[in-house]
């Protein structure tokens, strides 16, 4: 998967800045499974939070792991190569700090689900929201668009990304990209119904896999957790 992820990362800038240099060399290493960003987006997905990046937006990962979020924000910065990222980047950010996601320059901030309750009102309306768990994008209502890619170029990307990682957003929904392919293009007049309960099955393989990445990092909750705060107040309450 590295040596995947070391060719991807080349052919993304290589592709965008129309150069050959990069590359010819490695990328940041992080010891960390990259392919949970791709099981987590698709390539398509994946794609548009890679470029947003490069043109330095606003950007918030939304999980109920936070494994998930450090993970992928991780891996986010390290495609960047040869570039880094330089503003404003907290990959957890806590229930405290949520007012920084209206401040007036660029951001990569990750943040728990249950907190993003609290964090609504502080979102700037120019932040893309990516939701890690339901593979989701939201632009915010001033969201600058961003500059198209050239066709031949960004056709050029997403067919070597479709040739080295296509599977492994299916594989993590115990499916296969022909599956999916196969039953899409049908021409049966149960092909729609079909496809529903594949895609729903699919989800609800990746929603009971998705819930066990912070037990597997052994994170199962933030210091501030709303279900830390339950626990303690049981705790102190008489018996």
């Given at each position: 998967m590295?040596r ?5 990362t080349g ?23 990259f ?8 390539i ?6 890679w470029?947003s ?6 950007v918030?990962l939304?999980s109920?792991?936070c494994s998930?979020?450090?993970v992928?924000?991780e891996?986010l910065?390290s495609?960047?190569?040869p ?6 980047y907290?990959?957890?950010i806590p229930?405290f ?12 901030c990750g943040?728990t689900?249950?907190?993003?309750a609290y964090?609504?009102g502080?979102?700037s309306?120019e932040?893309i929201?990516?939701?890690l768990?339901q ?6 209502p001033?969201?600058?668009?961003l500059?198209?890619i050239?066709?031949r170029r960004r056709?050029k990307l997403e067919?070597?990304?479709e040739?080295h990682v296509g599977?492994?957003?299916w594989?993590?929904r115990g499916?296969?990209?022909e599956?999916v392919?196969?039953v899409?293009?049908?021409k049966k007049p149960?092909a729609?119904?079909?496809?529903d ?6 989800e609800?393989?990746w ?6 990445f912070?037990e597997?990092?052994?994170l199962?909750y933030?210091p501030d957790?709303?279900?830390n705060l339950?626990?303690?107040?049981l705790?102190a309450s008489?018996?």
């Amino acid at each position: 998967m590295s040596r995947c992820i070391y060719l991807i990362t080349g052919i993304l800038c290589s592709l965008l800045f129309q150069t050959s240099v990069v590359i010819l060399q490695p990328i940041a290493y992080v010891a960390l499974p990259f392919s949970t960003l791709f099981e987590c987006l698709d390539i398509s997905n994946v794609l548009f939070v890679w470029y947003s990046l490069t043109l330095e937006r606003n950007v918030l990962l939304v999980s109920s792991q936070c494994s998930v979020l450090t993970v992928c924000a991780e891996i986010l910065c390290s495609l960047l190569f040869p570039m880094q990222w330089s503003h404003l980047y907290i990959p957890t950010i806590p229930r405290f700090l949520t007012p920084m996601l209206d401040a007036p320059m660029p951001y990569l901030c990750g943040i728990t689900r249950e907190n993003m309750a609290y964090a609504v009102g502080d979102i700037s309306d120019e932040t893309i929201v990516v939701d890690l768990d339901q593979n989701v994008i939201t632009t915010g209502p001033y969201t600058p668009e961003l500059p198209p890619i050239p066709h031949r170029r960004r056709f050029k990307l997403e067919t070597a990304l479709e040739q080295h990682v296509g599977d492994v957003f299916w594989n993590a929904r115990g499916l296969r990209k022909e599956q999916v392919d196969k039953v899409r293009n049908s021409k049966k007049p149960d092909a729609k119904e079909r496809l529903d309960d594949l895609l729903d099955n699919a989800e609800h393989v990746w929603q009971m896999r998705n819930k066990g990445f912070d037990e597997a990092f052994n994170l199962a909750y933030a210091p501030d957790s709303v279900k830390n705060l339950n626990d303690d107040q049981l705790r102190a309450s008489p018996s």
